[in-house]
């Protein structure tokens, strides 16, 4: 079965300082992994994906992952974090072996409350 | 370019009332898919369509229809309103299933739906 965990509900970190958002996830074969973000009243909004490649995926904003598997995570991170940065991120996973009824799922962690205050 | 438009945002039901959640896109997009989204549990996969006059069920069909006969368009139907659908709905496209290709899954900003 395929499944994401954000151990963290709330993530805390003032403004200037580094972040990370935790992500592990389980899937039988080879991952497809992604970041979204979601301001409050809007949809989600894509940050990265890493597909295959390179183990540090960059994206939109200055965010930037890295795919660890042997350690199965994917954790977002930020050198520098803004206020503006405050939002609910999700981390999701598919797993690239997916054929016929359960092609094209995305499977969401249950979301990542980040907060930067000034 | 508008991307993907749901409406209504906002609906209160009663209870065993039925309406239709609509939900556009203008990037001629074949991949469209229907989440909600309830706290703590993030968003769960309620149907998914693969093109005009192909859906599928997704992790939490039950209570829901869809149906897909234009390209353009993904209606979600509540038959049978019940308190345990209140949440809030996402609509989603992309060009192909998520991950096949490089061009990300697009959201509307959702539909608030209560039902009392």
């Known amino acids: 079965a395929q499944s994401v965990a ?51 995926v960059k994206g939109s904003y200055g965010f930037e992952a890295e795919f660890n598997k042997s350690q199965t995570s994917f954790h977002l991170k930020k050198p520098s974090a803004l206020v503006s940065d405050s939002a609910l991120y999700f981390c999701a996973v598919r797993d690239s072996a997916d054929r016929g009824s ?5 499977y969401f962690g249950r979301g990542t409350q980040l907060t930067v205050w000034p | ?28 997009h074949e991949y469209m898919s229907w989440y909600r989204q309830d706290p703590g549990m993030g968003l769960r ?16 069909p039950n209570g829901y229809n869809v149906s897909r006969s234009t390209t353009e368009d993904f209606p979600l139907r509540l038959l049978s309103a019940a308190p345990s659908q209140t949440s809030v709905y996402f609509c989603a496209s992309s060009y192909s299933s998520p991950g096949s290709s490089n061009q990300p899954q697009h959201f509307g900003d959702g539909t608030r739906l209560s039902i009392l």
């Open chain 1, 6 to 56: 954000q151990p963290e509900d709330q993530v805390n970190v003032a403004e200037g300082n580094p972040l990370t958002v935790k992500c592990t996830y389980s899937v039988s074969g080879n991952p497809y992994l992604f970041w979204y973000v979601q301001y409050p009243n809007r949809g989600l909004q894509f940050l990265l994906k890493y597909i295959t490649g390179d183990n540090l």
């Open chain 2, 1 to 28: 370019n508008a991307g993907v438009t749901q409406t209504p945002k906002f609906q209160v039901l009663k209870t065993g009332q039925s309406m239709t959640l609509q939900c556009a896109q203008d990037m001629n």
């Open chain 2, 45 to 60: 996969l309620i149907h998914y369509s693969v093109g005009a006059g192909i859906t599928d069920q997704g992790e939490v």
């Open chain 1, 102 to 106: 359960t092609l094209g799922r995305l």
